[in-house]
């Protein structure tokens, strides 16, 4: 059974940095694509990053591109959310999801058929 498990969320104030890690079990091919979903109070889920099975190509949102940085270690099946100069609009739960496959990583939640439970981020102003 595939389970994702989230870790490294927590509170920071505005400006600071945290690093999420996504930890992938219950398969030992690493040929899947990893995407990082948050969904704010009273917001819909969004996409925030995404990386394809080897880790060459990655997508942003607009909205954390130059802050954020995805990577993955396949060695581990982990995979990884940088983000630096936090913004209290960055406060949300933060979902990996995974998907098997060697394309592109996609930017639509419904293209995932794996997901984590989330962790809470929250950004302090």
């Known amino acids: 059974q595939v389970q994702l498990v989230e870790s490294g969320g927590g509170l920071v104030q505005a400006g600071g940095s945290l690093r999420l890690s996504c930890e992938v079990s219950?398969?030992?091919?690493?040929?899947?694509?990893m995407a990082w979903f948050r969904q704010g109070p009273g917001k819909e889920r969004e996409f925030a990053a995404g990386?394809?099975?080897?880790?060459?190509?990655?997508t942003y949102a607009d909205s954390v591109k130059g802050r954020f940085t995805i990577s993955r270690d396949n060695a581990k099946n982990t995979v990884y959310l940088q983000m630096n100069s936090l913004k209290p609009e960055d406060t949300a739960v933060y979902y990996c999801?995974?998907?098997w496959g060697y394309g592109d990583p996609k930017s639509r939640a419904s293209g995932y058929e794996y997901w984590g439970q989330g962790t809470q981020v929250t950004v302090s102003s």
């Open positions: 999801a995974a998907d």
């Open positions: 219950g398969r030992a091919s690493s040929s899947y694509e």
């Open positions: 990386i394809n099975w080897t880790g060459a190509r990655t």
